[in-house]
Nanobody
Framework: VQLQASGGGSVQAGGSLRLSCTAS????????VGWFRQGDGKEREFVAG????????DYADSVKGRFTISRDSAKNTVYLQMNSLKPEDTAVYYC????????????????????WGQGTQVTVSS
């Protein structure tokens, strides 16, 4: 399975972007999907996650109320809608598939994910 992350770009503070993560090769409809980000010189951190059926969502405190994760199984795509962006949201954003299927808990550790997208750059200027 290959994951393709897209939708990044440069915006001013307060702006919005929508990231997409599309699976090819094999579906990830039975897996949870997480979004992570990594800023310059920082560790990769959990941003948001969604369970295999979309019934469970989880967000990092830093993005709660501003970001929304969703999935369209028919399109084999998971989205991350990012509103009210701040300069501290600047990072490379990665999507990843959980190792476990039919999960009802969203893992935050990177080692709980097996396939990763290539990353898409998000830059927020003040």
């Amino acid at each position: 399975v290959q994951l393709q992350a897209s939708g990044g770009g440069s915006v001013q503070a307060g702006g919005s972007l929508r990231l997409s993560c599309t699976a090819s090769g094999r579906s990830f409809s039975n897996n949870g999907v997480g979004w992570f980000r990594q800023g310059d010189g920082k560790e990769r951190e959990f941003v948001a996650g969604i369970s295999w059926n979309g019934g469970v969502l989880d967000y990092a405190d830093s993005v709660k109320g501003r970001f929304t994760i969703s999935r369209d199984s028919a399109k084999n795509t998971v989205y991350l809608q990012m509103n009210s962006l701040k300069p501290e949201d600047t990072a490379v954003y990665y999507c990843a598939r959980t190792k476990r299927v039919y999960n009802s808990v969203i893992p935050r550790r990177t080692d709980a994910y097996d396939y990763w997208g290539q990353g898409t750059q998000v830059t927020v200027s003040s």
